[in-house]
Structures are given as C-alpha cells and as structure tokens.
C-alpha cells in the first residue's frame, strides 16, 4: 500500500475509522498529533523515555512517539481524547483529588497508565503500582499524589465491581 515513499493505513482512533496516506516514516503521535489534530497526547522526549505520549493500540499502552503509523493498520487506537468509561471517570476523579497533577503535561500518559493498572481489577501494592507507571516521568508533583490516585482508582474499580 504505498506510494512514492508514503503508505496509507486503515486504523480506528477513538471509535471513528479512518484511512489516511502519510509519508512511510511517520510516527503514530505525529499522525495523531498532526493530522488528525489531536493534542492531547504529548511529545517530550520523542525517544520512548517519559511515556508522555502513550496512547492505547489494541488495548495495550504503547508509546506512540516510537510506533510507526504504519505498523497501526488495522488496529484500534485510543487516545486521552477518547478514553471514555467509567474506569477512566475513576482516575480522572482520583487524579485530582489526590492532586496527581500540577503542569499537566505528563498527565495524559500517566492516564492512559493508570487506566491500564485500574481495568486489572487487581488490589495492587504501592511497589506494584510504582512498577506500572515507572515508564512515565513526572517533573512535577514527586509521584506521591499519582501512586494514591492510582490506588483509589483502583480500589474504587475493585468495590464498584464487587457491588453489582
């Protein structure tokens, strides 16, 4: 499928599908970032260290700033923009009432993370869950906030689910 060193993919973002023509070398952030214009996933370090543009792809969070569009085809994508269910609600909520933010930058990795650890519907430690988010980097608030967050979400999932 491609064309003068361009490649075009048939990939679903946030439940709407979509087939675009990008050139070959193009990452899945910048195709989120620049074409489909969606800014909420983050480039820092753009070398799969920080996290800040982990997005999910088929379920799994994946660092888009090294995943090429072109290994997307077919695949379903969900970005901060589209992440839409109650897990998400339950770290949204935590995040601030735990104060899990403060520049916000890093924030939409750290969700897309988090919402990976609270889907588990597994009681994790604070080790357990300092290891689930190692791969995203923080600046700001010192991880504290961000490792209670993430177990409220959690066990706010566990009892949730346990109640009906």
Known sequence: MSDNDHVTVQ??????KLEVTVPSR??????????LHLTGTHLGC?????????????????????TL???????????IEGLADAD????RAAFSEEGALQCGFCTP????AAHDLVRRR??????EICTGMAGNVCRCTGYNGIVRA?????ESGIENENAG
């Open 11 to 16: 990939l679903t973002v946030n439940g709407r």
């Open 26 to 35: 193009t990452t899945l952030a910048d195709l989120l970032r620049d074409h």
């Open 46 to 66: 753009e070398q799969g260290v920080c996290g800040a543009c982990t997005v999910r792809v088929d379920d799994l969070p994946m660092r888009s700033c090294l």
């Open 69 to 79: 569009a072109a290994s997307c085809q077919d695949a379903e994508v969900v970005t």
């Open 88 to 91: 998400a609600d339950r770290v």
């Open 109 to 112: 990795g750290m969700v897309i």
């Open 122 to 127: 597994q009681c994790l430690s604070r080790d």
């Open 150 to 154: 993430v177990h409220r979400a959690t």
